[in-house]
C-alpha cells in the first residue's frame, strides 16, 4: 500500500491548528501531550519516535523503498 504524505500533511495540519489555538509552542505541546498519553496508555513514547522517524525515511529520504 503506497503512502499518502500529503495526507499525512493535512492530518497533521489539522492537529497543529488545534494546538495553535492555545497561543502556545504548537508543536511542542502537542509532543509533550503525546508523551503523556503514551505514559497513561503504557507505550514507549521514544521507541514510538524512533520507528516514525524510520517510517518517515521510508516515505520521504527513501521513497523507492515503498
Same mark, same amino acid.
Given at each position: 500500500? $503506497?503512502h499518502?504524505?500529503?495526507?499525512?500533511?493535512e492530518?497533521? $495540519?489539522? /492537529?497543529? &491548528?488545534?494546538? &495553535?489555538? !492555545?497561543?502556545?509552542?504548537?508543536l511542542? !505541546?502537542?509532543l509533550?501531550?503525546?508523551?503523556?498519553?503514551? =505514559? +497513561?496508555?503504557? +507505550?514507549?513514547? &521514544? =521507541?514510538?519516535?524512533?520507528? /516514525?522517524e *524510520?517510517?518517515?525515511? =521510508?516515505?520521504? *529520504?527513501?521513497?523507492?523503498?515503498?
Amino acid at each position: 500500500m $503506497e503512502h499518502d504524505n500529503e495526507l499525512s500533511v493535512e492530518m497533521a $495540519e489539522t /492537529a497543529m &491548528q488545534h494546538y &495553535q489555538e !492555545d497561543g502556545g509552542p504548537a508543536l511542542r !505541546d502537542l509532543l509533550t501531550d503525546l508523551m503523556h498519553w503514551c =505514559s +497513561h496508555h503504557g +507505550h514507549d513514547f &521514544q =521507541s514510538a519516535l524512533n520507528m /516514525a522517524e *524510520i517510517h518517515y525515511n =521510508s516515505e520521504v *529520504i527513501w521513497p523507492e523503498w515503498k
